[in-house]
């Protein structure tokens, strides 16, 4: 899969792009991740990309032109099964669209600053627009990381046990059990006698009915979908 991502701010997603997971699914070629910075269609030598809002009010807006440009020059070599635009007015990101996303081979994702990007690019171009949340961050870095974090490892073979992704927390709707590991006594608490069984059958569904209880009380909305 090949994720291309227009920023101003690039250095705000090298980090998390380049790191653990991230860096393993890019290594062994299963992600590629390209990284665009929009001053490079900038409108004039000051790098300028955003102006004033029509109509008045504080807070500038990006431009159409050098969005334009980069999307329709990055359009030159591929054809893009989506173009999402990370906002907070978009929908709410979640493991089902992560899971579709997953299966999509060329993504651009466009991050915004300031008030936002001109409507006409999303009326034109953009596919798809998703918020991580119901917050507002300071620009569309972040949320582009977490949408390529949470896609990525949905990627076959990304994952080292690549069965652990489908005991993730929502992948089945349901959050995920609780997790131990040694030793199986640590300051007299224990670890559930169950997993020490050796039994798998009993394990699965001592895991199970665990989930089934923490969703439900920490997550009732989940069992009503
Ligand atoms: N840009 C700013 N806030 C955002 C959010 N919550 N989700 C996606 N993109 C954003």
């Avoid at 890019?26 to 300028?48: F, I, M, P, S, T």
Wanted: aromatic share 8%.
């Amino acid at each position: 899969m090949k994720i291309d991502i227009i920023t101003v701010l690039p250095e705000l997603l090298e980090s998390p792009l380049n790191h653990s997971i991230m860096k393993r699914a890019q290594d062994k070629g299963l992600l590629e991740v390209q990284l665009h910075n929009l001053r490079d269609w900038a409108v004039n030598e000051y790098g300028q990309v955003d102006d004033y809002q029509y109509g008045g009010g504080a807070g500038m807006v990006m431009m159409c032109e050098p969005l334009a440009k980069c999307i329709e020059q990055l359009q030159q070599q591929h054809k893009f099964d989506e173009i999402i635009y990370v906002t907070p007015d978009g929908e709410q990101l979640n493991q089902s669209i992560s899971n579709q996303l997953s299966l999509k081979e060329n993504i651009l994702i466009i991050c915004g600053h300031y008030k936002g990007i001109d409507q006409r690019i999303r009326d034109h171009f953009v596919t798809r627009e998703i918020s991580i949340g119901d917050y507002v961050l300071s620009g569309g870095e972040l949320a582009a990381a977490v949408l390529v974090d949470s896609v990525g490892r949905l990627l076959p073979g990304v994952l080292n046990d690549e069965t652990s992704a489908l005991f993730d927390s929502f992948q089945d709707g349901l959050l995920a059990p609780p997790v131990y590991t040694r030793p199986a006594e640590f300051r007299g608490w224990k670890v559930p006698d169950v997993l020490l069984s050796g039994n798998p059958k009993l394990v699965e569904e001592w895991r199970y009915e665990r989930s089934l209880e923490i969703t439900l009380q920490k997550r009732p909305d989940l069992l009503s979908e």
